[in-house]
């Protein structure tokens, strides 16, 4: 690990992040899953918007964009159709992502273009205050819902399979090797894959809703997370309360920025 740290990460202690966090875990794998890889640094960006997730691009040791919120995306977008030949991965939060990025995100999926979105979920709005975000679950409470959420959460992966995502995959911070796993094989899917990374907030959401502290977090993301192979064998009933985590979704589809080039030659063709 310490060869890791040497090579990917930019010598920015201390960092922001609250004891317990679980986003360290999340950017550790991220970094696991490159080095397995091989991936040239010097042809792989991460972009980030803004948000306690957002702020592990400003650790890591590549070309990096901490965007603006809810604009990871459009950023990520642009530098991959400049260059296609990038490694173009974007690190995002449930709030940046699905709140105020949430049409970019759609949008992102539909178009099936060639970027690697790693969401940090940990269920709330941290670094601004603990404020709910679409991911927080229902009833649960939050300095903008003191007395319970109302709305029902969004299911992103669901939301990304819908939207036209071609790999759709989740992990926890507890699962951390399968973390690692599940990015690398979106990292190589050749379109849009999602990987939601299901994170502890101890500070934020585990406190206002009693949840224990962070190693209490951690037993309940093991407790709830059932693999994808295990939940086929599994009827409703068990799997009330529970997630899957894995690959939940992989397809093929054409990828934007080769049917971009497409429409490119086309007009070099019809200009002669």
Same mark, same amino acid.
């Given at each position: 690990m310490e060869k890791l740290i040497e090579k990917y990460y930019r010598p920015r202690l201390? &960092?922001?992040?609250?004891? /317990?966090?679980g986003n360290g875990i999340v950017t550790s794998s991220i970094i696991k899953a490159i080095d397995k890889l091989g991936l040239d640094q010097d042809k792989t960006v991460i972009v980030s918007g803004i948000g306690c997730s957002s702020r592990a691009s400003g650790y890591l040791n590549f070309d990096t964009v901490h965007s603006l919120h809810g604009r990871a995306l459009p950023v990520a977008t642009g530098i991959k159709l400049a260059d296609p030949e990038l490694n173009v991965i974007v690190i995002t939060g449930d709030g940046d992502g699905t709140a105020i990025g949430g049409? &970019? *995100? !759609? &949008?992102?999926a539909r178009r099936n273009i060639n970027l690697t979105v790693i969401l940090f979920n940990n269920n709330i709005y941290g670094m601004t205050g603990g404020q709910y975000s679409p991911l927080t679950p229902t009833d649960s409470k939050a300095t903008t819902a003191p007395y319970g959420t109302l709305e029902r959460? *969004?299911? !992103?992966?669901? +939301?990304a399979k819908a939207a036209g995502a071609t790999y759709v995959a989740r992990g926890t911070a507890f699962h951390a090797n399968m973390l690692v796993d599940v990015i690398a094989k979106g990292i190589s899917h050749d379109g849009f894959s999602l990987i939601e990374a299901v994170t502890q907030c101890p500070i934020? *959401? /585990?406190? @206002?809703?009693k949840k224990g502290d962070a190693s209490a977090m951690l037993k309940t993301q093991r407790d709830n997370a059932v693999t994808v192979e295990a939940a086929k064998? +599994?009827?409703?009933e068990q799997l009330e309360g529970k997630f899957k985590i894995g690959v939940l979704h992989q397809s093929e589809a054409p990828e934007y920025t080769k049917?971009? @080039?497409g429409i490119i030659d086309r007009a070099q063709k019809g200009a002669k």
């Open positions: 201390p &960092h922001i992040w609250c004891p /317990g966090c049409n &970019h *995100f !759609i &949008h992102t959460a *969004f299911d !992103i992966a669901e +939301l934020y *959401f /585990g406190r @206002q809703n064998k +599994l009827s409703p049917q971009y @080039q």
